[in-house]
């Protein structure tokens, strides 16, 4: 297939929504010299970034000095070659599983692409084993 996927824990917090928190948010994870593997942001229900962390440890030391109240989630990381129709087998590993995809973010470059899919916590054991990742 051409491509890794890995279980991995990502980083939820809720923020305030206004121009400039994520330019604040980033240069505290920089200044902390937290490295970040993805992040996002997302809207619904309120304002919150969620970011895959090489160190999920460092960034909840830096949230609890700062005061900052967040939540971890396991989500999946694939990363692979890119090609056309790159996440077709994954999403039909999925969909033949009968699990819905919470969120999905992808994106290609210099012919590699990554992806990062969320499920709900109910179906993150079923997700791993239609992905591979449990016997």
Request: net charge negative; with cysteine; hydrophobic share 50%.
């Amino acid at each position: 297939m051409g491509h890794t996927i890995r279980q991995v824990t990502a980083v939820v917090v809720q923020v305030e929504d206004r121009v400039g928190m994520l330019h604040e948010v980033l240069c505290v994870l920089r200044d902390a010299g937290v490295s970040m593997v993805a992040i996002a942001s997302q809207r619904r229900q309120g304002t919150a970034l969620m970011a895959i962390p090489d160190d999920v440890n460092a960034v909840r030391e830096l949230a609890a000095r700062q005061g900052v109240s967040m939540q971890t989630r396991q989500v999946f990381l694939v990363e692979g070659d890119d090609r056309v129709g790159a996440l077709c087998d994954i999403t039909r590993a999925i969909s033949e599983a009968r699990i819905s995809i919470e969120d999905i973010a992808a994106l290609s470059a210099a012919r590699r692409y990554a992806a990062v899919l969320t499920f709900a916590d109910a179906d993150l054991e079923a997700a791993a084993k239609a992905l591979g990742l449990e016997e």
